[in-house]
């Protein structure tokens, strides 16, 4: 759910600071960020917190700078806002049903089906760093006229068809969790109103909005961690089922849901346009890379947090 909030917010926080004519007579001298900013007002600046040596190194053609953990926590978040999505009710309930009719037998594949979700979002980063322009920018500047309508009506349906899922599973939820006290049109009237209270949160930065989803994150963490820890599972059937692959009739259609949560097309404009949050010159080399550097870092890590909460859920439902 909160993953469509994000993605919600991405399209209301772009704002141009020019006309479309105003764009086409800039010419191809103007700096590509500058003249589209998915993030315009939320820019978090990067460049300007280098050092004159990391400066001259790139000037001379040098090699990118050393590791530095704080260039690293000023590109950590857009990692945070993109994992959501491997957190929605989607995937919990596709958890809950591959634990309860599998067990650890399918471990290994929610591995490898995050591992792929991983490579395709590190793709995604790529792109919007070298390039300066998001996905769905791109597909307007190179594709034709109907392949740009075709693209653009299947990224409206695969985003409503998501929608549909999140805000019913979160009407769901809260009508378990009040004991069946709000029925579920209040649930998803509940919902709907704090989509725009996440959309609010960008008026303060895209930070904040970072922060909060970081917050929240770490509550599920916590929370499916200690429920992990209560379990006991056994050890070796825990790493057993992570490394074998194992598949029979009867865990084929929990194994397809798995795979299916894991897909989300949506995700992919998402993070092609989260990171240009950060200011990057996309024609200096040596800032690309060292963006790329960090961004694959803090996506990994990012990640990785969703597939041990994803991981946690079907030990628990033994």
Known sequence: MAENHASAGERAARTAPATPDAL??????????????VFQPLIVSVSGDSDSDDDQRFSGGGRVPPFSWRKLWLFTGPGLLMSIAFLEPGNLE????????????????LLWTTAMGLLVQLLSA??????????????????????????????????????????????????????GFLPLWAGIVITCLDC??????????????????????????WSFAWMFIE?????????IG??????SSRTIRPAVGLVGCVITP??????SALVQSRKIDPDNEHRVREALRYYTIESTVSLVVPFMINLFVPICMQ
């Open 126 to 179: 790529r792109l919007g760093v070298a390039t300066g322009r998001h996905l769905a920018e791109l597909c307007r500047e190179e594709y034709p006229d109907w392949a740009r309508r075709a693209l653009w009506l299947m990224a409206e349906v695969a985003m409503v068809s998501a929608d549909i899922q999140e805000v019913i599973g979160s009407a769901v939820a809260i009508k378990i969790l009040s004991h």
């Open 231 to 239: 379990t006991k599972p056994s050890g070796k059937d825990l790493i």
């Open 24 to 37: 086409a007579d800039a010419g191809d001298h103007q700096h590509p960020v500058l003249r589209r900013s």
């Open 196 to 221: 725009f209270i996440f959309l609010s949160l960008e008026n303060y930065g895209v930070r904040k909005l970072e922060g909060l989803f970081a917050v929240l994150i770490a509550t599920m963490a």
């Open 266 to 271: 949506h995700n992919v404009f998402l993070h």
């Open 242 to 247: 992570i490394l074998v692959p194992k598949l």
């Open 94 to 109: 596709g958890d809950l049903q591959a634990g309860a009719a599998a067990g650890d037998a399918l471990l290994w594949l």
